[in-house]
Structures are given as structure tokens and as C-alpha cells.
């Protein structure tokens, strides 16, 4: 037995569980393999294999939008694996083995090739089930069916890798992997066009990208070997953090495990020059570029927001585009709305700065406004100007940006989970108070998603999106005089108490 494995072993003989609940797992296991997998794949086959909802499905991924999907998704995966990559064992296990003398190849070699197994089954079976749609619709010769799930595989693989390597890599150049990764997706779809939607000269492109996936699994024990064990351990523990928060449903705790502390400084960030509004603009705006990598992904996802949004206003794409979008409006403001959740913490207390809560309020929305505006305009202005759109597609984007700033006011003012929501709930379809607390959780993103929605609707008619827009108003309106209302008291109580501590 290899010192790896006798860790390991160690590791599984101190959380040793009894038989009978070893025994439980497998039954449930198997109950759920019968009850929801089984129904599924049958599913699949039965849509993939029916003319109608065959092109149903797809439709759901214009051949327009394949390309820069591809491209997100390995540059997403290089950006994820800075902050939490495929290697991430529990902490002991982190530490264990990091500070062993073995192989970090050899070390951490059980959470680095399962997943890069799991992500070219994934990529397989995705192609696989275009194949079969395109086959049920157009009969799709062998070939071009064979290219397509290679290249799926292939696909998943260099996913699975360029996790890896954003783990690997030092933080100064994922940013730069990430954009070689987006170059080399573009060029493989620009010399085979036919590569994931099946044409005839796919071949050749699903040879290039299986090559591509040959060369980076090859490069995996390089990779592996320069792993290192402290980033390992700080990755394990900020998971297992963040994994303990979203059990409790607190997931605004779990993002800020992953809020990178400020080191950009050099530059007071509050001055007392240009009124209120421009001394709360500079300090945001300064406290935001402390964290550049957080504002950058921030930036683009504003860009990528807007972008979106204007494609879902010029053609008519699947729904998924214009919640999609609004959603990555949303997250994109996270860096710029800082402020926002300052406020929202000091607003029932006594006034720090002198001013009302509602003028500090309408003072740190000030840079959201600004930057998530001008951002997913220019988004929005650039996807127009490659698909030929009008002016519907900016203004839906800039609409989505304001609703945005409202919707992350009214996620900073949220309190906490009623007990309510703890009663359970039976139903003949049994207990569903556990999807109120979900709902609850998500209120914000499932918000943002609608909103993409009623913008993506926009050329057509403009009341969802006012109905949307309205609703959250009404909601952050309702939370922030809950809030103030708190305030007063708190003061009224701190007054009468005055009195009575200075008599004794």
C-alpha cells in the first residue's frame, strides 16, 4: 500500500460510519436511480427521437450562439480554478498529503483524472444527444455523427484541464490563459464551422480538437506536479466554508468566502471636495479598483449581460438568453454595489455620517448606476452592431442594468428567513417547505432571470418588464422602510434610556 493510500485510509477509517447506514445510502441509491434517472433517459430518448421536439431541442442553441459559448465555458473553467479548483480534498486530506514527501502527481492523482473522465462523458453525451436529434430531423450521416461526440469529448477534457491549470497557474496569468482559451475556440470554429453542428467539414475540426485534448491530458502530470499544497489547503478549507453557508442557505456568506481582499491602495478614498453624491462616486469607485480581478469579471459579465440582452431582443433565441443575461447583469454588479450593502448594515443603527439613511442610499447607487449602465450599453451597442439589431436591444440592456441596481438594494435590505418558512408544508406530492426556503435563498437571481425575460420582450410590448421592474420596487420599498422604521426605534430606545443613566 502507497503512503497516498494509507492517508487516505487513515481518512476513512476516522469518519467510519455503522454498516446499516452504509447500507441506507446504497438503498436510497438505488431508489433514486429507479424513481427520477431511469424516467429521465427515457425521457431524452423519447424528445430526441420525435420529430417535433427534436427540433425543439435544437433550438434551444442557435448555431450563432455555439461558438462564444464554447469559448465561455473553457475560459470560465480556467477563471473558476483560481478561486476553487478540481483538486480541492478535505482539509485534512489537503494538509496530509501536501506536506508529504509524495508526488503531488501521485498525491492528489484521485481528484484529477475522475473528473477529467466525468467531463468527457459529459461532452460525449451532450453531442450524443445532438446527434440524435439532428439524425431524427435531417438523418445525419455516421461520420459527421462520430466527429460530433469525439469532439464533444474532447470538449469536456480540455474543460476539465484548463480547471486544472487556473488552479495551477499564478493569479497574474489566468486572466491571460482564460483569453487564449476564448482565441483558440474562435479559431477552431472559424476553420471548421461545421464542427459541433455536424456539417461535413466537422471532421477535420473534431481531429484538431481531439488533438488539442490528446496534448493537454499529456500535460496533466506537468500540470499536477506543480500544484501547490498551500493553495490546496486554502481552496479545501474557503469550500468547505462556503459548502457549510449554502447548507444553512445564507448565500450571500458563501460568496464572501470568495471575496478577494483589497490590495490595490496608495489613494485616500474619501475627500471632502465635489459634494455628497461625488464623494461617495470616488470613494466606490476607488474601494472597487482595490480589487481589480474582482471589477474586471465584474465588467465583463456587465458586458456579456448587455451583449445578450440585445441578441435576445433581435432574434428570436430560446427564452434561457434574456434570463441568462439579466442574471449576469446581476452578478456583474456585485463589485460596484459594495456601498449598497454598507447601508443596508448601518442604516439601523444611529446616522454615521451626519446625513439621512435614504440620501447615503441614493448617494452609494450613484456608481452602480453610472458603470452597469454605460457597461452593458456598450454590451448591448456591440452585439447590435454584429447581428444588425435596432435600438430595442441597448435599451433593454440599459433597463436590465437600473432594474439591477434595484434588485441588489433590495437583496442588501433582505432580513432574515422568516420562521414561517421552517413549518412544513404537506402536500400530496409530499413536503415542500424545503423549495420555500430555496425560493427564498434565490428570491434575487430567480428576479434577475425575470427581468432578462421581460427585456428580452421589450420590441414587443413594455409592460413586463415595468410589471417586473414595479414588483421589485414595491418589495425594496417595503424592506427599506421595515429597515428605517428599525432605526427610529433603536434611536427612540437609546433616548429614553439617556435620561435615565445620567440620574444614576
Known sequence: MTAAREVRAFWRASRHRASGLDAYGVYVAVIVGLVTVAPLLRLVWLVATDPGAAAAVLSLVPREVVPGGIAAVWAAACITGALRGPVTPPPFLAYALGGSPIPQRRAFARWIWP???????????????????SHTLTGMPLPAAAALVAAGAASGIVTIVSWLAGQVLPVRLVAGAASGLVGAALALWVAAPGLLLAGGAG???????????????????????????QRVLAQSRAWQTATTHVGALDLQASAMTYQPLPHRRGRFAVRGTGGLTGVFLRRDAIAAARTPERLALGVAALLGGGALLAVATVMPPPAWIGAAGGVAVFAGLGPLTDGLRHIALVSADVPLY???????????????????????????????????????????????????????????????????????????AGDLSAVARVVWALDAVLLAAG??????????????????????????????????????????????????????
Not at 214 to 223: D, Q
Open 451 to 504: 427581468a432578462g425575460l421581460a427585456a428580452a420582450a421589450l420590441p414587443a410590448t413594455p409592460w413586463p418588464l415595468l410589471a417586473v421592474g414595479g414588483a421589485i420596487t414595491v418589495v425594496t420599498a417595503g424592506r427599506w422602510r421595515r429597515t428605517s422604521g428599525a432605526s427610529l426605534t433603536s434611536t427612540a430606545q437609546r433616548g429614553a434610556q439617556a435620561p435615565a443613566s445620567r440620574s444614576e
Open 115 to 133: 473528473p477529467i473522465g466525468v467531463g468527457a462523458c459529459v461532452g460525449a453525451a451532450t453531442a450524443a444527444l445532438a446527434c440524435l436529434a
Open 203 to 229: 471532421v477535420a475540426g473534431a481531429g484538431a480538437v481531439l488533438a488539442a485534448a490528446i496534448v493537454l491530458t499529456g500535460a496533466v502530470p506537468w500540470l499536477a506536479s506543480r500544484l501547490d499544497p
Open 354 to 428: 451626519g446625513v439621512s439613511d435614504g440620501r447615503l442610499l441614493a448617494a452609494h447607487a450613484a456608481l452602480p448606476l453610472l458603470i452597469g449602465t454605460a457597461a452593458t450599453l456598450m454590451g448591448g451597442l456591440a452585439a447590435v452592431g454584429l447581428v444588425s439589431g435596432g435600438a430595442a436591444g441597448p435599451a433593454a440592456a440599459a433597463c436590465t442594468a437600473v432594474t439591477a441596481v434595484v434588485l441588489r438594494a433590495m437583496s442588501a435590505l433582505k432580513p432574515q428567513q422568516p420562521l414561517a418558512l421552517l413549518a412544513p408544508v404537506p402536500t400530496p
